[in-house]
């Protein structure tokens, strides 16, 4: 049951609520925190800080697999051209929004928090979270809450494994942050 709570919690949140605040990228990066920050302290959520060098070990060795995989689609100009080009700057996406907006905020919600009260339902509930910025981005809601469904299983299995919250951080930054320079990149090709 309490996982159901927090899940329909974290749901409103994503879709309705921080939609009709109307904020700024950056603005909601900041709110999101504090609602992931908030959530994990409310619930004193293990974040399994003690198994920091598991973490790290198995963060690590997940994150380079993204990484690897982008340098080579970054490489590969005809692949390049397949990613939706971005404008918002690099340096903040990178440096501020991935991390603190979206990694630091949906790991303590979901793989400290719903993980701690329901591992199965922890990847249903990521998964849900996505719907408002699949349709604000414009990209299929379907196929946004299956991927960050299985995302959300990947994330949690590493969670489980490593015995903390910094492994599926980590590769959570690596797959967010090659995408986004994945997408400047593109960007840059387009306006040559």
């Known amino acids: ?34 609602f992931g920050v908030s959530l994990a ?37 005809s692949l390049v051209q397949r990613v939706r080009p971005s404008d918002d700057d690099l340096a903040e996406w990178v440096l501020f929004r991935i991390p603190i907006g979206t990694v630091l905020t949906e790991e303590l919600t979901f793989r400290a928090v719903l993980d701690a009260a329901s591992p199965g339902s922890s990847p249903i509930f990521f998964g849900l979270w996505h719907i408002h910025p ?12 299956v991927g960050t469904f299985f995302a959300g299983v990947l994330f949690s299995w590493l969670r489980r494994r490593s015995g903390s919250v910094l492994a599926p951080m980590m590769l959570h930054y ?16 387009v306006a040559r």
Not at 7 to 26: F, K, Y
Not at 135 to 145: E, M, Q, Y
């Open 174 to 189: 690596a797959v967010n942050a090659s995408g986004a320079v994945l997408a400047v990149r593109a960007r840059d090709l």
């Open 41 to 77: 302290a409310v619930t004193r959520a293990p974040l399994g800080l003690k198994n920091w060098r598991s973490g790290l070990a198995w963060g690590l060795g997940a994150a380079a697999v993204p990484v690897a995989a982008s340098a080579v689609v970054a490489s590969v100009p």
């Open 1 to 34: 049951m309490k996982a159901l709570v927090l899940g329909a919690v974290t749901t409103a949140w994503s879709g309705a609520v921080v939609p009709r605040l109307a904020l700024s990228d950056r603005r909601r990066a900041v709110v999101n925190t504090a």
């Open 134 to 145: 699949a349709r604000a981005a414009g990209d299929s809601v379907a196929l946004t809450v």
